[in-house]
């Protein structure tokens, strides 16, 4: 630092939660919820991301029914889906049924992410140990020795250094955090990437149809209340080659397939109106440093099958603070204290992940393939499609998933 420069402000908390995600946002009401000094990071002003993932699945509303915010969180506008359908070559079939589930909350609740995020800020100030920093962007690690002691930040009011017993990145799967403290990321791979956008919809159209798939495409349609989310699945890397082809050819594909949105698909008026998703399944081996542990997309990226993405980071968040706020209230956990939420969550993050793969590899990969071949049901999808009950297995893996986390009573929400 040069002697014209002046320091950087200093402030120091318990924990510094980097990300305000659905786990850092999660995990910052948990742990202020337990008495602990926690700030949360959010580098940009406000939580208003277009695409972002919006299913709210009966894991996550499970949490926030033992929290005491299902009633209120339930007010916010929603749509409920229950039946989980598709058309594959022309042939309908049954993926899921989330009404064959014995569970309190038996739907996917789809709400926009800000409003989930913005809802768990909100629920929050009443609790004086949280803090949400806004337009706070951690762009360094703060070391003493071999030990993560916090986060050096810039804000609107110059940089500041958050010194912090333990730093938590949640800051998605492109983590600053994660790439300062060097950890190393595992690949597993995805074959497609997705085209996100939204269609225009009429009071009278309406479609429980979830998934499309024809010979080298793919398409699945979310029904948003005055418009349709739309996600139009290509091959990895073909981004260029769709672009090549010109707006009005994939336009044509998108009512091709889907002719219920014929009349909103001008709201589609160039590239600019689609979002790219590269999609990528990736985990790290090792979750922590000294000082510091990762949860949600960065410590793994979970592909768009099954919308499990945003539950995976609630389910993180909740296990992060049943583990450690007992141990925070004490000062900074060992390494290996920290090691435990790995150690819980990883059994099912492999189980989720390996379940994508799974769908990847023997329904999205052959429908990718180009050619004008007949597309043959596969015999999973034949089958539960002819066997109701059956159809309550996917729906407890991507609803319920694998090993749930419930909220333990750390600390009494405030009065």
Not at 8 to 34: D, E, F, H, S, W
Not at 87 to 94: A, D, E, P, W, Y
Not at 231 to 256: F, N, S
Not at 364 to 391: C, E, F, H, N, Y
Request: proline share 6%; charged share 25%.
């Amino acid at each position: 630092m040069t002697s014209d420069q002046a320091p950087n402000r200093t402030t120091k908390v318990q924990c510094c939660i980097v990300g305000g995600g659905p786990a850092g946002m999660m995990l910052g009401y948990l742990l202020g919820r337990a008495g602990i000094d926690v700030a949360v990071l959010e580098k940009h002003a406000d939580f208003f991301r277009d695409f972002r993932g919006d299913t709210v699945h009966p894991s996550t509303l499970q949490v926030m029914d033992e929290l005491g915010l299902i009633d209120d969180f339930l007010k916010l506008p929603h749509q409920r889906l229950q039946k989980m359908d598709g058309l594959f070559g022309g042939t309908k079939v049954r993926i899921a049924d989330l009404r064959r589930l014995d569970t309190k909350y038996p739907f996917i609740a789809f709400m926009p992410q800000w409003d989930f995020l913005n809802f768990l800020r909100e629920a929050g100030k009443r609790f004086a140990s949280l803090k949400v920093m806004m337009n706070t962007e951690a762009v360094d690690l703060i070391r003493r020795g071999d030990t993560i002691a916090g986060v050096r930040a810039n804000t609107p009011d110059g940089p500041i250094d958050i010194e912090a017993d333990l730093t938590i990145a949640c800051d998605g799967r492109h983590s600053t955090v994660r790439e300062r403290a060097g950890l190393e990321v595992e690949e597993i791979g995805a074959p497609m990437d997705v085209l996100w956008f939204r269609v225009g919809r009429r009071a009278s159209e309406t479609e429980n149809l979830f998934a499309r798939i024809e010979p080298g495409k793919m398409m699945v349609t979310f029904d948003r209340g005055d418009y349709w989310q739309c996600a139009y699945v290509i091959a990895k890397g073909q981004y260029e080659v769709v672009k090549a082809r010109g707006l009005q050819a994939l336009l044509d594909d998108v009512v091709r397939m889907a002719p219920i949105l014929r009349s909103g698909i001008a709201d589609v008026k160039s590239f600019d109106d689609l979002k790219l998703l590269t999609v990528a399944i990736n985990r790290l081996s090792r979750w922590t440093r000294p000082g510091l542990l990762c949860i949600g997309d960065a410590a793994h990226a979970m592909s768009p099958v099954g919308g499990v993405g945003v539950n995976l980071a609630v389910q993180d968040a909740v296990a992060t603070a049943n583990l450690l706020a007992d141990k925070l209230q004490r000062g900074r956990p060992s390494e290996d204290e920290l090691d435990a939420v790995r150690r819980r969550r990883a059994f099912p993050v492999r189980m989720t992940q390996a379940m994508q793969v799974i769908v990847q590899n023997n329904i999205i990969s052959g429908a990718l393939q180009s050619g004008d071949r007949p597309l043959k049901v596969p015999l999973v999808l034949r089958v539960l499609t002819a066997v109701p009950w059956l159809q309550g297995i996917p729906a407890r893996f991507l609803a319920i998933g694998v090993r749930p986390e419930h909220v333990q009573p750390k600390a009494a929400p405030a009065p």
